[in-house]
């Protein structure tokens, strides 16, 4: 039997390659850097994600069922390295959305506009006349 490698440039995945982890984290980390793919060799952080990011790539991936922690992604920068040490998980749900009433929304826009008015005035002065 012959095996058959196959180099991509970084960046492309072919489809059907790698594990699901993989794929979900490469999903993932494409979707929140404005990439088409991300490929399991491609490194998070020159691709230009960053450590704020990796909370974002743990939360997705538990909404996909793939437990991965944000330390994970800052120790294994590799996309194939968090994969490998990620656990499946049953997918988490999303945050259901509450409607907001039309009055609580005025409510919080009239507290909102107190607020910055206060901050807008000016100090009052004490005795001496400071501020």
Do not use: C, W, Y
């Not at 995945?13 to 594990?19: D, E, L, M, Q």
């Not at 991936?61 to 944000?70: F, Q, S, W």
């Amino acid at each position: 039997m012959t095996s058959v490698t196959a180099t991509l440039a970084p960046g492309v995945v072919a489809r059907g390659t790698g594990s699901d982890a993989e794929r979900i984290l490469g999903r993932i980390g494409a979707d929140l850097l404005g990439l088409a793919e991300v490929a399991p060799g491609d490194s998070f952080f020159p691709i230009g994600g960053d450590s704020i990011l990796t909370v974002a790539i743990a939360t997705r991936a538990a909404r996909a069922g793939l437990h991965v922690t944000p330390h994970d992604v800052l120790s294994n920068p590799v996309l194939r390295e968090p994969a490998a040490v990620a656990v499946k998980v049953p997918a988490a749900p999303a945050a259901p959305e509450q409607p907001v009433a039309a009055a609580d929304m005025e409510a919080f826009a009239d507290r909102l506009v107190e607020a910055f008015t206060e901050l807008a005035e000016p100090a009052p002065a004490d005795a001496d006349g400071r501020r």
